[in-house]
């Protein structure tokens, strides 16, 4: 049974950082284009950044964009998400998602290309 479980969230300080791990179960990570979502109180969902299968290639939203990294680990389980700089605005519920039909070399910001979900781990930022 395929699996994604998020775990890092917490109450951190703005100008602090966290990193969020999505381990997935019932496939290795690199079978899957994984993508970070977020959805804040009152707002719709967002794509925050993705990974692709091959090559690693990666998307970021312009909101994230040096602060975020994605990577993946070198076992293809666990795919992490290292956020520096954090901000109040970065204050959501972080998903990770994974996506069987984009292309082996791209990924999407789109969670509606998404087929596999975890359950989200919070993140607040606030002093």
């Known amino acids: 049974q395929l699996q994604l479980v998020e775990s890092g969230g917490g109450l951190v300080q703005p100008g602090g950082s966290l990193r969020l791990s999505c381990a997935a179960s019932?496939?290795?990570?690199?079978?899957?284009?994984i993508g970070w979502f977020r959805q804040a109180p009152g707002k719709e969902r967002e794509g925050v950044s993705c990974i692709s299968r091959r090559l690693g290639r990666t998307m970021y939203a312009d909101s994230v964009k040096g602060r975020f990294t994605i990577s993946r680990d070198n076992a293809k389980t666990t795919v992490y998400l290292q956020m520096n700089s954090l901000k109040p605005e970065d204050t959501a519920v972080y998903y990770c998602?994974?996506?069987?039909?984009?292309?082996?070399?791209?990924?999407?910001?789109?969670?509606?290309?998404?087929?596999?979900w975890g359950q989200g781990t919070q993140v607040t930022v606030s002093s």
């Open positions: 998602a994974a996506d069987s039909s984009v292309g082996i070399f791209s990924c999407s910001n789109g969670p509606s290309e998404y087929d596999y």
């Open positions: 019932g496939f290795t990570s690199d079978a899957y284009a």
